[in-house]
């Protein structure tokens, strides 16, 4: 199987994943404890930590093979192959940082938003 028949297989996958009933329309559930979102994040930012410095070496390694090859045609095609993987990679990195600042937004406007609800329920003498 080829590239362009593997692609088609893996966006049909997806898009029957998608005509789930949640997809339609329907309201789905996103409760979700603060503390699973904040278990999440730190998930997400510890493999960003993790990652990060593996990234960074691999984006110095082909540049350093590029320049060490610049004189064969091959070294030509490596630099510009490296800067793309290189951003690539660095944006990856970038979205597990900003995913784990958006979890924890998450989780502490969940806390906050459950704690004024307490708050006005104890006013009225309910809690």
């Known amino acids: 199987m080829g590239w362009d028949e593997e692609w088609a297989e893996i966006q049909t996958a997806s898009n029957a994943a998608n005509d789930h009933p949640r997809a339609l329309g329907a309201v789905q559930d996103v409760n979700f404890p603060p503390g699973e979102l904040y278990a999440s994040a730190s998930a997400s930012a510890e493999v ?3 990652l990060r410095p593996v990234l960074n070496r691999a984006v110095e390694d082909i540049a350093a093979a590029a320049a ?3 004189a064969w045609s091959i070294g030509e ?4 192959s490296g800067e793309g993987w290189g951003a690539a990679l660095s944006d990856l990195a970038d979205r597990l940082r900003e995913h784990a600042a958006g979890l ?3 989780a502490t406007g969940s806390s906050a938003l459950d704690e004024e609800i307490r708050e006005r329920f104890r006013g009225w003498g309910t809690v």
């Open 48 to 50: 960003e930590e993790e």
């Open 68 to 70: 060490a090859l610049r």
């Open 77 to 80: 095609q490596l630099a510009p």
């Open 104 to 106: 924890r937004m998450a």
